[in-house]
């Protein structure tokens, strides 16, 4: 199954997720979409990406019923967005020696976190890190360049996933 977003033409920071037949709100970078992300942009990366693994706040939610891959965050999980670590738009634990952002927040975005197929195989420096699908904030403001949704669409999004699954995303000429 490939989940469609499709960013809306006058607000590029929000658009449509399309999963079958269900359409869901979403938000996107702040810096818009982009075919062509750049670490610290903002934007969100176009193009197909696999759907690699799942994240959660087990002392939040429950595990998230899926046929993805899924495991429970720690406290001391992050994603390193340094362009010049070995171990940059990889996992990591802190504390880390260069700048990694933290998976385990206070607010509610990392609650669910969709690990996503960009820039990993191979990584290429400088062309952005931590592209998550993740939970959105009430407001739908503008995310760093994931894609966000609310927590029980996203949880029921999960439901319908398995391996193989994909989520693309689509420039609003392209829809």
């Known amino acids: 199954m490939d989940i469609i977003v499709i960013p809306d033409r006058l607000k590029p920071t929000h658009g449509s997720m399309h999963v079958g037949q269900a359409v869901y709100d979403c938000a996107l970078g702040r810096?818009?979409?982009?075919?062509?992300?750049?670490?610290?942009?903002?934007?969100?990366?176009?193009?197909?990406?696999?759907?690699?693994n799942v994240l959660y706040r087990a002392d939040r939610i429950a595990v998230p019923k899926?046929?993805?891959?899924?495991?429970?965050?720690?406290?001391?999980?992050?994603?390193?967005?340094?362009p010049d670590d070995a171990l940059y738009n990889q996992p990591v634990t802190h504390p880390y020696v260069a700048s990694a952002e933290r998976l385990w927040r206070e607010d509610n975005r990392y609650d669910v976190i969709v690990i996503l197929g960009y820039n990993d195989?191979?990584?290429?420096?400088?062309?952005?890190?931590?592209?998550?699908?993740?939970?959105?904030?009430?407001?739908?403001?503008p995310t760093e360049?994931?894609?966000?949704?609310?927590?029980?669409?996203?949880?029921g999004v999960l439901s319908q996933c398995e391996p193989g699954d994909a989520i693309n995303i689509r420039s609003a000429t392209e829809a």
């Not at 810096?31 to 690699?52: N, Q, V």
């Not at 195989?121 to 403001?141: K, M, Q, T, Y």
């Not at 360049?145 to 609310?150: E, R």
């Open 31 to 52: 810096g818009g979409y982009s075919h062509a992300k750049l670490e610290g942009d903002g934007a969100t990366p176009l193009g197909r990406f696999s759907l690699r």
């Open 66 to 82: 899926t046929d993805l891959p899924t495991s429970a965050l720690r406290d001391t999980d992050g994603w390193c967005d340094d």
């Open 121 to 141: 195989n191979p990584v290429i420096v400088g062309a952005g890190s931590a592209i998550f699908l993740h939970v959105a904030a009430e407001d739908f403001r």
């Open 145 to 155: 360049g994931c894609i966000a949704i609310q927590r029980d669409d996203l949880i």
